[in-house]
């Protein structure tokens, strides 16, 4: 069991369909992020909010719309992606630090939504 | 911005130590070294990191090397559970790469 939980496991969806994935955590942690993973690739970095504001976008596009209602919850909002958006989407979270110093502090990691795009 | 480099793959004897190698020759003063692994199916599970020394936990050691432009993770007694792909990933203020990662297979 991991401390970072994400909602659904799997999730297909057609090209026109609006759907949302979820990431919950209770460690009172301030910094969350959302990777991509190709398989047999690493995870690639998405967005990170800090404090609840987002702090890194890695030139991602619109169709992937990140959200972070509050310090425990984060969530990717996901509107006409195309086949190649297929992957595993991947959540993780860090204690933080408010002047984003936080590369000293490990990050845990969600089992992942599985998304398959028809 | 910074790299990583790792080998592909590694295999290694249940027991025996195993040291995974990890080149970042274009790593800044700024950069930690994390190193994860991850099992089938499952989220990147955080191993150490360290900035300049040495450094020991319950999983694992780091050993830096001295111009920091090379780590090398050591399991001490590998086990069958392992058995995983370990990625070492650089971070820096607001940035994380990750390496291609090796998979370690560790045979019994």
């Known amino acids: 069991d991991t401390e970072v939980t994400q909602t659904p496991k799997h999730l297909v969806m057609g090209m026109t369909n609006k759907k949302s994935l979820k990431c919950e955590q209770h460690?009172?942690?301030?910094?969350m992020y959302w990777y991509k993973q190709k398989a047999k690739k690493p995870p690639e970095l998405m967005f990170v909010?800090?404090?609840?504001?987002?702090?890194i976008n890695e030139s991602v596009p619109s169709r992937f719309s990140p959200e972070c209602p509050n310090s425990s919850l984060l969530n990717l909002h996901l509107h006409a992606l195309q086949p190649e958006d297929s992957a595993l989407y991947l959540c993780?979270?860090?204690?933080?630090?408010?002047?984003?110093?936080?590369?000293?502090?490990?990050?845990?990691f969600g089992d992942g939504t599985r998304l398959s795009i028809l | 911005d910074a790299k990583t480099t790792q080998p592909n793959s590694m295999e290694s004897n249940e027991e025996e130590p195993v040291h995974l190698p990890c080149n970042h020759s274009t790593i800044s003063g700024t950069d930690y070294i994390h190193w994860y692994r991850q099992l089938p199916s499952q989220g990147p599970e955080y191993v150490i990191h360290?900035?300049?020394s040495n450094v020991n936990n319950r999983m694992a050691s780091l050993a830096i090397a001295e111009d920091r432009k090379s780590s090398t993770l050591i399991l001490h007694r590998a086990t069958l559970r392992d058995a995983a792909v370990y990625y070492c990933i650089l971070r820096g203020y607001q940035k994380v790469t990750f390496g291609i990662g090796t998979k370690l297979q560790v045979i019994p």
């Open positions: 909010y800090s404090y609840e504001k987002l702090s």
């Open positions: 360290g900035l300049t």
């Open positions: 993780a979270s860090s204690p933080g630090d408010r002047l984003l110093r936080d590369n000293n502090q490990p990050q845990h």
């Open positions: 460690m009172g942690h301030r910094a």
